[in-house]
């Protein structure tokens, strides 16, 4: 079902049961983002804050769960829009043996045409109030992180033509305000809206962009869509809703945006104009992207409808919010991926922990020796996936939204230093653990069985569940070991998580090698490092931090077949530093509020009319940040 506007979604949510309204005031600075973090990691509903200090009332948290990003696509389950898709192009591809076939395919034509944007003639209700001296701080931006640069629009949905061949794109990259008419636009390199952008570099001309806040929601999900550069956004929104999008003409630039979206914020990028200093942000892997030098956008107009509301999120420590976006963007694209590329392919997870990019679990129907390696490849040479860090190839058999039961397969079908495949090539640019910037290792684990042809003589492959070690005598012996977590191997998965006390060159690499050689952790498979900081106790804490901070070239150690014949793989997550790793880029810190934040908003959570009374999520994560600010000093411990 289509929204016909955003408050058309607000009160679906609220019929439903998914929206708590906060009439009380709640400043926009820091306070809304802690509201929402302990609301997001505690499966509560969306937020709708009235009273912002400005005009307009800001809606947040939103998207925060699978009901409201199926509420909002206006699906009961995320895989219908890939049984959509499937059966479409099985229509459409299947061939025609007759007239009477090729005929009754333009019904199923007539829809496709259906679905096309449509532009709209007058204005529309996006334009209901036309400032033409517009000043975007009247609007609720919020700053989201203690160390963040500066408010940030978090939810822009941007829209910029390729001056060669009149193709829309319509992405969404972060916005800095930095004066009433300046924000920065943080496109990256990779991004298509940045390849525009270079196009009009060359021909020395002035770039329109147009933005879009609110709507149906479909509009914000299909900005974040992985589609290719020559699919417009607004034909896969038109394929969700079942009704075209109607797009209007901008005021001060010849873009078109969406009639019913609640703002539109108009302007241009002057490619000649020295870029501004944007950043740092709180980004979505939990850790601060750090500030970076990106284009200005001149606001020259904003319009907006007359009962407008701010649609805003924050992104951080997972789980949060975009975690759901990327939730939608796993099951709506698996149908592409295996009609186009992979047939192979039966599934696709992409786990939290991993946010988005550092891990991929997939599924495939293996034929043939090499089947796994075969996907590996296609996979990191396929549009985003090229971001991919860590790619876990299974069986057809094996649930992979079953983690636990994936690890079990895991430790049960890979030998190390034969199933894991290490390469390298172009890496999200907001992956901070690369030794160079956005170019880095990636790593694929074959948990697959192994045919004939692909077995390794000197591997045994055996169940884990009876390995025990002594933990005590372990610490006792090497003292630099500050927790060992082998709760996993009581589960018969050969994975042991350390959080150890870097204090020299090498010492992770050579730590793993003696304690591959010790009692117990001879027969384990994986050992993976974190600092001694890290709550190693935790699964979950572990993963997202190995995952954030291996640079698997640089940071997977393998360790051939002991006489036991097991091969090892040793897992750097700990932090890179100059002094112990020669890693020469500066290392964020990780993503907490502060102190006077959480006090203030403990403080006045009961006059909030929040229900139950949350403690900050903040909290848990205290002893990883090692100072204030969004870098963490070389000299820090």
């Given amino acids: 079902m289509p929204y016909k506007n955003l408050q058309h979604f607000i009160d679906a949510l609220e019929k439903a049961g998914e929206l708590i309204r906060v009439k009380e005031y709640v400043n926009p600075a820091l306070e809304i983002t802690e509201i929402a973090d302990r609301y997001i990691k505690n499966n509560k509903p969306a937020l709708l804050f009235e009273n912002t200090g400005t005009a307009f009332p800001l809606l947040i948290n939103a998207l925060g769960s699978y009901k409201r990003m199926c509420i909002a696509l206006g699906v009961n389950e995320l895989d219908d829009i890939a049984n959509d898709i499937e059966k479409l192009f099985k229509k459409l591809a299947t061939p025609k043996n007759g007239i009477l076939e090729k005929i009754m395919m333009l019904p199923e034509l007539g829809k496709v045409a259906s679905w096309m944007p449509k532009i709209k003639n007058g204005k529309g209700d996006c334009q209901q109030v036309i400032n033409l001296n517009p000043d975007i701080t009247k609007l609720p931006v919020m700053k989201c992180w203690p160390a963040d640069g500066g408010n940030f629009l978090t939810l822009p949905i941007i829209h910029t033509i390729d001056p060669e061949t009149n193709i829309r794109n319509v992405g969404m990259y972060r916005m800095q305000a930095f004066s009433p008419t300046v924000t920065g636009m943080h496109w990256h390199k990779h991004k298509v809206s940045a390849g525009h952008f270079n196009k009009y570099k060359k021909l020395k001309k002035r770039m329109p962009v147009s933005v879009a806040l609110g709507g149906d929601p479909v509009y914000t999900y299909c900005a974040t869509a992985p589609l290719p550069p020559n699919v417009d956004e607004y034909l896969l929104a038109g394929f969700i809703r079942k009704k075209k999008v109607e797009l209007v003409k901008c005021v001060t630039n010849d873009l078109h945006v969406p009639a019913d979206a609640d703002f539109i914020i108009e302007g241009y990028v002057d490619p000649d104009e020295e870029f501004i200093l944007e950043g740092p942000f709180g980004d979505h892997t939990g850790y601060y992207s750090l500030a970076d030098y990106y284009p ?10 007359k009962n407008a509301v701010y649609p805003s999120t924050i992104v951080g420590i997972p789980p949060q919010e975009d975690a759901w976006i990327g939730k939608a963007t796993e099951r709506i694209f698996i149908a592409p991926i295996k009609l186009t590329m992979l047939p192979e392919v039966e599934d696709m997870e992409l786990p939290i922990e991993g946010v988005f990019h550092n891990l991929t679990i997939v599924k495939i129907k293996k034929e043939f020796a090499g089947h796994a390696q075969k996907v590996m490849n296609a996979m990191w040479g396929a549009g985003q996936m090229m971001f991919n860090k860590i790619l876990v190839v299974c069986d057809a058999q094996v649930d992979i939204h079953n983690y636990e039961a994936v690890a079990k397969y895991l430790s049960e079908h890979v030998d190390p230093v034969h199933d894991i495949y290490l390469s390298s090539g172009p890496m999200d640019v907001l992956d901070h653990s690369c030794s160079k910037f956005s170019f880095g290792g990636k790593m694929c684990i074959d948990v697959t069985k192994k045919l004939e042809e692909e077995m390794n003589s000197d591997a045994v492959m055996q169940r884990n569940s009876d390995i025990e070690i002594d933990k005590n005598i372990l610490k006792e012996k090497y003292p630099e070991i500050h927790f060992i977590n082998d709760d996993l191997l009581k589960k018969g998965i050969s994975v042991v998580a350390i959080a150890v006390k870097k204090n020299r060159k090498d010492h992770i690499c050579e730590l793993n090698k003696k304690l591959f050689a010790e009692e117990g952790l001879n027969k384990v498979k994986f050992i993976i490092y974190v ?10 804490v572990v993963t997202w931090n190995f995952a954030n901070n291996i640079d698997p070239k640089r940071d997977i150690y393998l360790l051939s077949h002991n006489e ?22 500066p290392w964020p810190n990780v ?7 959480i006090a203030d908003i403990d403080k006045k959570w009961a006059q909030l009319n929040l229900g139950e009374f949350i ?22 411990e």
């Fill in 591 to 597: 993503i907490i509020m502060n102190d006077k934040t």
């Fill in 531 to 540: 600092d001694h900081i890290v709550e190693a106790n935790d699964i979950a």
């Fill in 564 to 585: 036991f014949g097991i091969s090892h793989c040793g897992i750097d997550g700990t932090r890179k530093t100059k002094q112990f790793d020669n890693f020469n880029r």
């Fill in 296 to 305: 200005k956008f001149h606001i020259t107009c904003i319009t907006h409808k």
């Fill in 615 to 636: 403690s900050s999520p903040s909290l848990k994560f205290k002893k990883q940040v090692l100072n204030e600010g969004a870098v963490v000093l070389e000299n820090e």
